[in-house]
């Protein structure tokens, strides 16, 4: 009996959680400063949720820093909110980690890159991206002059994801930090990565830890940054 109410309660309590929060959302048009920042995490929105605060991006004029991070809104959710981006000007931070999100919705997000001029700050961390999102996202950089920092730590990367993007950072020169942590990565890419340090004259930070790339090539990389206004992690 005790363990049917903790549950009943914690269901009916995030859910008019969630309700608030995309209700929030839904009335944060144009309504000045105070609705720059909207905070959506940990609610599991369900896809007319992430609808909803499609259009509200669509529309909003001052929402500049928006975070769904573990929503479980999924590779739906993710095309959902890519499409908003297309025709948001506004936002600059997206927080989109945690969400179960596959290579479909790191697909979709890539082609909002494409053409979003406004957005600063992407972080779709602790999803499953893959090489195939991870891809997408590397090519659209070629092409991104905004974007200044993206974690894509933890998505399932491997040295294919990892020497794309490599290769898509000697033409970008508008990202300063770029996390990888805690993907799949091994020494090839990890060399590529630290390699382009040498050249891109806008990345000052770099995170691989936790990846599979060996102590010796680890050592190769940080003495490499030694002397330079770099923060490398390893």
């Given at each position: 009996f005790f363990l049917?109410c ?5 269901f009916f ?5 969630a309700?608030?929060g995309?209700?929030?959302a ?6 000045g400063d ?5 905070i959506?995490?940990?609610y599991?929105?369900?896809?007319n949720?992430n609808?909803?605060?499609a259009d509200m991006?669509?529309?909003?004029k001052?929402l500049?820093h928006?975070d ?6 999924r ?6 909110i ?9 936002l ?8 179960n ?5 790191g697909i979709?997000?890539?082609e909002a890159?494409?053409?979003n001029k406004?957005?600063?700050a992407l972080?779709?961390?602790w ?5 195939e999102g991870s891809r997408?996202?590397s ?5 991104n002059?905004t974007?200044?920092?993206l ?6 990367i ?6 794309v993007?490599?290769e ?6 508008t990202?300063?930090?770029?996390n990888m942590?805690?993907n799949?990565?091994?020494d090839?890419a990890g ?7 040498k050249i891109?004259i806008?990345l000052?930070?770099l995170?691989l830890?936790?990846?599979?790339i060996?102590e ?7 003495e490499m940054c030694?002397?330079?206004e ?5």
């Amino acid at each position: 009996f005790f363990l049917f109410c903790f549950f009943f309660f914690f269901f009916f309590f995030f859910f008019f959680q969630a309700e608030d929060g995309i209700r929030d959302a839904q009335e944060s048009r144009g309504l000045g400063d105070v609705y720059k920042r909207q905070i959506i995490h940990d609610y599991y929105i369900k896809l007319n949720g992430n609808k909803t605060i499609a259009d509200m991006l669509k529309n909003n004029k001052t929402l500049t820093h928006l975070d769904m991070r573990s929503n479980f809104i999924r590779d739906e959710g993710a095309q959902v909110i890519a499409e908003a981006l297309r025709a948001n000007k506004i936002l600059v931070h997206l927080n989109i980690g945690h969400n179960n999100i596959c290579h479909k919705g790191g697909i979709a997000v890539a082609e909002a890159l494409r053409s979003n001029k406004a957005l600063k700050a992407l972080s779709i961390k602790w999803n499953k991206i893959g090489n195939e999102g991870s891809r997408a996202i590397s090519e659209a950089l070629r092409i991104n002059k905004t974007l200044t920092y993206l974690d894509m730590r933890s998505n399932f990367i491997t040295d294919e994801g990892g020497k794309v993007m490599a290769e898509s950072l000697k033409i970008n020169n508008t990202l300063a930090s770029l996390n990888m942590k805690s993907n799949l990565l091994e020494d090839e890419a990890g060399t590529a990565l630290a390699e382009i340090l040498k050249i891109n004259i806008s990345l000052n930070s770099l995170n691989l830890e936790e990846n599979r790339i060996k102590e010796e090539k680890k050592d190769w990389m940080r003495e490499m940054c030694r002397n330079k206004e770099i923060l490398l992690k390893v």
